[in-house]
């Protein structure tokens, strides 16, 4: 009798080892496979829908990272115990679901199981259409609202999930798991903490996003970024007044613009430590001009609005140019008009506080914005830029040199700069010119360069005054 009781428990311990999780409790890989073949198996022969959710948490690796292994463990046991809770979860599946007999029984097969690390299933035996997937999978996201305390920390925890759906997005586990992923990658790339149903057209993009924004993390530490710089040309002086940072990321041997990164980088927060990192660099290649050939303008960085919100700019700034023994008026910064309308509350103080230590300000592709000008007497700017866009249409639509012709009589009237950007032609030139607005930047003169390029560039330009706007350089770059 011992025997049997003693065998019995063992091959009990046995098959839970094998099919359940050690660390949550919740069915294994190799359970969730059994199950959903099970319940794939109902659904074609009842012709019902099945549906699998594959939940993925948002960055707990960095959870994992800064707490350690054993709080990243005790909030998976956290997590788990609320995902049972979201669906009729049966630890026992009967025998009856699993000859797949009666007609109700497959419901027992629904469940939460862990796949691995972070990753979560959830197995909908029947569902009556996507939105019941949907509704279970809005639950989940709700339920992780409630914050977890782990060692003696809050932490906010939330999750991706991808919905797919037997027959329509796969007809085998395989299929519907690869769906359910890319489902669930596309719910992260779209801001995490959402739900995202498989679609076909999702197969590309979210993958591809995410393997975008991986790299870009590592970007900064592996020094891929780096600065061009563009001349601003003084076409009446005939001189070189400044140059503007523009930023690339070196990837994998391309030169990435910053269209294509710079926005992403502004949704995922990491715009901040790599304008920090803009400022110092730019500082550092401004000492380093002053030395090489007595460089004597400012340099232009490009900041988010958002940065201008943070309390610790103005130190940053002020330590770069300390760290260079650069002066703090030849940093100059550029933020975009319609940035600049978006922080109103937290930039206007902060623009005051960097004009009290000398640096100077721009605002950038200004005549963009629909802003109103009534702010602009009140804050301390010290030039507009001319959008591209109306330079580009000068001398063809009469809207656009309206549109310089105001911005310049703007700029003239309340005593600021005004410089014109994106200038490709003589034609746009002598058009700026005849109007009043003598700064520009553009490829006529240089498009933005290595800063060694930029050097050389500044060492055989030779302006002519009888047509400031040709720069002689001597030999092509
Ligand atoms: P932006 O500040 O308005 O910069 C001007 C853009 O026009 C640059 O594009 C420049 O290369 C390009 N450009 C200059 N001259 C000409 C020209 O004659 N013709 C044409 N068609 N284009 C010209 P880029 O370098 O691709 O930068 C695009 C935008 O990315 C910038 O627009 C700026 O908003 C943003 N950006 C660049 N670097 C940074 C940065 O370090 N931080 C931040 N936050 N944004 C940056
Ligand atoms: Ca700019
Ligand atoms: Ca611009």
Same mark, same amino acid.
């Given at each position: 009798?011992?025997?049997?009781?003693?065998?019995?428990?063992?091959?009990?311990?046995?098959?839970?080892?094998?099919?359940?999780?050690?660390?949550?409790?919740?069915?294994?890989?190799?359970?969730?496979?059994?199950?959903?073949?099970?319940?794939?198996?109902?659904?074609?022969?009842?012709?019902?829908?099945?549906?699998?959710?594959?939940?993925?948490?948002?960055?707990?690796?960095?959870?994992?990272?800064?707490? #350690?292994?054993?709080?990243?463990?005790?909030?998976?046991?956290?997590?788990?115990?609320?995902?049972?809770?979201?669906?009729?979860?049966?630890?026992?599946?009967?025998?009856?679901?699993?000859?797949?007999?009666?007609?109700?029984?497959? =419901?027992?097969?629904?469940?939460?199981?862990?796949?691995?690390?972070?990753?979560?299933?959830?197995?909908?035996?029947?569902?009556?259409?996507?939105?019941?997937?949907?509704?279970?999978?809005?639950?989940?996201?709700?339920?992780?609202?409630?914050?977890?305390?782990?060692?003696?920390?809050?932490?906010?925890?939330?999750?991706?999930?991808?919905?797919?759906?037997?027959?329509?997005?796969?007809?085998?586990?395989?299929?519907?798991?690869?769906?359910?992923?890319?489902?669930?990658?596309?719910?992260?790339?779209?801001?995490?903490?959402?739900?995202?149903?498989?679609?076909?057209?999702?197969?590309?993009?979210?993958?591809?996003?995410?393997?975008?924004?991986?790299?870009?993390?590592?970007?900064?530490?592996?020094?891929?970024?780096?600065?061009?710089?563009?001349?601003?040309?003084?076409?009446?002086?005939?001189?070189?007044?400044?140059?503007?940072?523009?930023? =690339?990321?070196?990837?994998?041997?391309?030169?990435? +613009?910053?269209?294509?990164?710079?926005?992403?980088?502004?949704?995922?927060?990491?715009?901040?430590?790599?304008?920090?990192?803009?400022?110092?660099?730019?500082?550092?290649?401004?000492?380093?001009?002053?030395?090489?050939?007595?460089?004597?303008?400012?340099?232009?960085?490009?900041? +988010?609005?958002?940065?201008?919100?943070?309390?610790?700019?103005?130190?940053?700034?002020?330590?770069?140019?300390?760290?260079?023994?650069?002066?703090?008026?030849?940093?100059?910064?550029? /933020?975009?008009?319609?940035?600049?309308?978006?922080? @109103?509350?937290?930039?206007?103080?902060?623009?005051?506080?960097?004009?009290?230590?000398?640096? =100077? /300000?721009? /605002?950038?592709?200004?005549?963009?914005?629909?802003?109103?000008?009534?702010?602009?007497?009140?804050?301390?700017?010290?030039?507009?830029?001319?959008?591209?866009?109306?330079?580009?249409?000068?001398?063809?639509? +009469? @809207?656009?040199?309206?549109?310089?012709?105001?911005?310049?009589?703007?700029?003239?009237?309340?005593?600021? #700069?005004?410089?014109?950007?994106?200038?490709?032609?003589?034609?746009?030139?002598?058009?700026?010119?005849?109007?009043?607005?003598?700064?520009?930047?553009?490829?006529?003169?240089?498009? +933005?360069?290595?800063?060694?390029?930029?050097?050389?560039?500044?060492?055989?330009?030779?302006?002519?005054?009888?047509?400031?706007?040709?720069?002689?350089?001597?030999?092509?770059?």
């Amino acid at each position: 009798m011992q025997d049997v009781t003693d065998r019995r428990t063992a091959e009990d311990k046995i098959r839970h080892l094998a099919n359940f999780d050690s660390l949550t409790g919740l069915p294994n890989r190799r359970q969730l496979l059994w199950r959903t073949e099970r319940a794939l198996e109902h659904a074609r022969r009842q012709g019902h829908l099945c549906s699998l959710l594959l939940i993925d948490l948002d960055r707990f690796k960095v959870i994992n990272d800064t707490l #350690g292994h054993a709080a990243g463990d005790e909030l998976l046991a956290e997590v788990a115990k609320r995902l049972r809770l979201c669906v009729r979860h049966s630890e026992q599946v009967t025998e009856v679901a699993a000859e797949t007999g009666s007609n109700r029984a497959h =419901r027992t097969l629904e469940a939460v199981g862990r796949l691995g690390g972070d990753e979560f299933v959830a197995l909908l035996p029947e569902v009556a259409s996507e939105q019941d997937a949907e509704h279970v999978a809005s639950r989940i996201l709700e339920s992780m609202k409630a914050p977890i305390y782990v060692a003696g920390q809050e932490c906010i925890v939330t999750a991706s999930v991808g919905v797919a759906l037997f027959p329509r997005d796969g007809l085998n586990m395989l299929d519907l798991m690869r769906n359910a992923d890319v489902a669930m990658y596309s719910a992260k790339a779209s801001g995490r903490n959402a739900t995202a149903v498989y679609a076909p057209s999702l197969a590309t993009s979210g993958r591809e996003r995410l393997a975008i924004e991986t790299a870009l993390y590592k970007a900064l530490e592996r020094q891929e970024l780096v600065l061009h710089y563009q001349p601003k040309v003084d076409v009446q002086q005939g001189c070189v007044v400044g140059a503007e940072a523009l930023m =690339r990321w070196k990837r994998a041997g391309r030169l990435v +613009p910053p269209g294509d990164f710079i926005p992403l980088a502004e949704e995922i927060g990491l715009i901040l430590p790599m304008s920090k990192w803009a400022l110092g660099e730019a500082a550092r290649q401004l000492r380093a001009w002053r030395d090489g050939f007595g460089f004597s303008h400012s340099i232009a960085v490009n900041l +988010p609005s958002r940065l201008f919100e943070r309390a610790d700019l103005v130190d940053h700034i002020r330590l770069s140019a300390l760290a260079c023994g650069v002066p703090l008026d030849s940093i100059q910064l550029e /933020i975009t008009e319609t940035g600049l309308m978006k922080g @109103q509350q937290g930039v206007f103080p902060a623009l005051h506080r960097l004009n009290d230590i000398g640096v =100077r /300000i721009s /605002i950038d592709d200004f005549g963009t914005g629909y802003s109103s000008l009534s702010y602009l007497t009140t804050l301390p700017i010290s030039e507009l830029k001319i959008d591209g866009s109306f330079v580009r249409d000068l001398g063809r639509t +009469p @809207q656009s040199e309206a549109v310089a012709t105001a911005i310049i009589a703007l700029a003239r009237s309340l005593g600021l #700069g005004v410089v014109a950007e994106g200038v490709e032609t003589e034609r746009q030139a002598q058009v700026l010119h005849s109007l009043g607005c003598h700064v520009m930047q553009g490829y006529l003169f240089s498009r +933005p360069l290595p800063a060694e390029d930029f050097e050389r560039w500044m060492l055989r330009a030779r302006i002519q005054p009888s047509a400031p706007w040709i720069l002689m350089a001597e030999e092509p770059l």
